[in-house]
């Protein structure tokens, strides 16, 4: 008998699949990410290390795609042979975009100037190759908002796993960078209602959803190892705060990470 399959099509457009958390399981992983409606997922690269063990993810895995690149928190001791592997890696075929790059003042674990520095690097080689940005951003709305100004151009990218105020998330919109949301817009903490609110007024073509796996697992699973199946409760989270159906939000997040990152829609997981 055949019926017709209602399972939401999603795609997790932010995980750390190279976590010991996750890698040495990707098999089991990627197959409870698939019964839950998870078509495509971003592995995402934060040193010369796990840039390319993200993209051999990629390679192996249908369904997978890689971004490439160095994180503000790891920038402390980087070289330039470091940042020419990342450049060598960023042509390759199944890599869909550049980072996760950006700013950070809440870790103080590289320089701010050397931040910036880096994340110019970033900036520029996404450009080179016409591919988006990942943006990491943490106590840091104003700075990134007065870096990316000064360049005087869109961006084409995502501010990821976003936590900004309704008045940054303008800013970042009007520079051409959409909205990913995580875990956070699930948890039950009152102050989070202001991030629900940004979440809510994101325009439709602009919005989009992400785990950040293995970090920010959404309520009723904190504490637990976050992975990519897990996308499914925030994506049903963002539908009630946005009043429309589950159905509908995966929809417009699917089509929305297809066009940000050109995801071929026919090389999905299993
Ligand atoms: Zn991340």
Not at 28 to 52: K, M, N, Y
Not at 121 to 149: M, N
Request: glycine share 4%; aromatic share 6%.
């Amino acid at each position: 008998m055949s019926c017709v399959d209602l399972t939401p099509e999603l795609v997790d457009t932010h995980a750390h699949l190279d976590d010991r958390r996750l890698h040495p399981q990707i098999e089991a992983v990627l197959d409870r990410a698939s019964h839950a409606g998870v078509r495509q997922v971003i592995a995402i690269g934060t040193t010369t290390e796990d840039s390319p063990r993200v993209l051999a993810l990629a390679e192996a895995y249908p369904g997978l795609f890689a971004a490439v690149g160095i994180h503000p928190n790891e920038a402390a001791n980087a070289t330039d042979a470091d940042w020419k592997s990342i450049t060598q890696l960023a042509s390759r075929k199944h890599v869909v975009a550049i980072g996760e790059t950006g700013l950070d003042r809440h870790w103080k674990d590289t320089p701010f100037d050397l931040q910036r520095a880096w994340f110019d690097r970033h900036l520029e080689l996404a450009r080179r190759l016409d591919l988006p940005v990942v943006i990491h951003c943490r106590d840091a709305q104003r700075d990134l908002i007065e870096h990316l100004s000064a360049l005087n151009r869109p961006v084409r990218g995502v501010m990821h796993s976003f936590t900004g105020t309704w008045d940054d998330a303008q800013a970042f919109l009007a520079m051409g960078l959409d909205l990913s949301f995580a875990g956070m817009i699930s948890f039950t903490n009152k102050n989070l209602d202001t991030l629900r609110e940004v979440a809510a007024r994101t325009p439709a073509d602009r919005i989009m959803v992400e785990t950040d796996s293995p970090y920010l697992t959404p309520h009723p699973y904190r504490g637990q190892t976050n992975e990519p199946a897990r996308v499914a409760v925030t994506a049903a989270r963002l539908a009630e705060i946005r009043g429309i159906s589950l159905a509908d939000l995966a929809a417009l997040t699917t089509a929305n990470a297809r066009r940000l990152f050109r995801l071929p829609p026919d090389r999905t997981l299993g």
